[in-house]
């Protein structure tokens, strides 16, 4: 008989991308820092200037095509030899698929991905990095990026938080949890689970909620942490 496997769940958010070249939200040249979020991360902003949002976007797919996983999101796939690993992200990249996890939730949407305006269900890989005005889903409506927007409901939400409570080990890695309901979830980690947060700031956690804190960078914090681990 095998040895049930431990299952590890890891919130992930714009910190563990940081070391690949993209950009975090908050503080020192953050993207909310060079953008307003009404105008081009809600559904007002792109009935308002649909331009400005895809511009926006397209910038945002371009880069991301262009990026590498870093050693974090190759370490998390290393860790499914050991465990079952079940990572929910709040990014809207594909690096955690590209350096071979298997199991990603995307809470926020996907940038490689665009869903039509008239029908949700409709979702669609996009070629390239851009998406234009005039792109159309197979019912002839104008696509919009694949994106949970400021104001709009996140559809994964209930099955993240299901999944939140089956870890034994909780892992939070670059978020500042600022946005809800995703910051929500560290709630649903069930109590007798050991819970461990890798961020430089190590002010973004409640003392109280019993995380072992690892202020380093995503990189230098998962090297760690994997040599623990397996
Ligand atoms: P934030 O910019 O709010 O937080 C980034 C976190 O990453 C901070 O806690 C930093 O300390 C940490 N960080 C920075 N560099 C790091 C590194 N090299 N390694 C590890 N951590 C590092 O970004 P998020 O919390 O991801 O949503 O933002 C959450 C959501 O807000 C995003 O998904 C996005 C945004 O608005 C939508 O657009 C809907």
Known sequence: MQ?????IVVLTGSGISAESGINTFRKSNGLWEEHRIEDVATPEAWHRNPNL???FYNKRRKQIIEAIPNAAHLALAE???KYKVVIITQNVDDLHERAGSSSVMHLHGEIKKSRSTFDSNLVYPIEGWELKLGDTCEM?????PHIVWFGEAVPT?????HRVGQADIFILIGSSL???PAAGLIHAVKEQASRIVIDPDANIIDPT???RIIAENAVAGMAKLLQELV
């Open 3 to 7: 040895n049930k496997l431990k299952t």
């Open 53 to 55: 949002v895809l511009e």
């Open 79 to 81: 860790l499914e030899k």
């Open 140 to 144: 002839g409506s104008q696509l919009r």
């Open 157 to 161: 939400y209930s099955e993240a938080e």
């Open 178 to 180: 600022n946005v809800y």
């Open 209 to 211: 909620l019993g995380f």
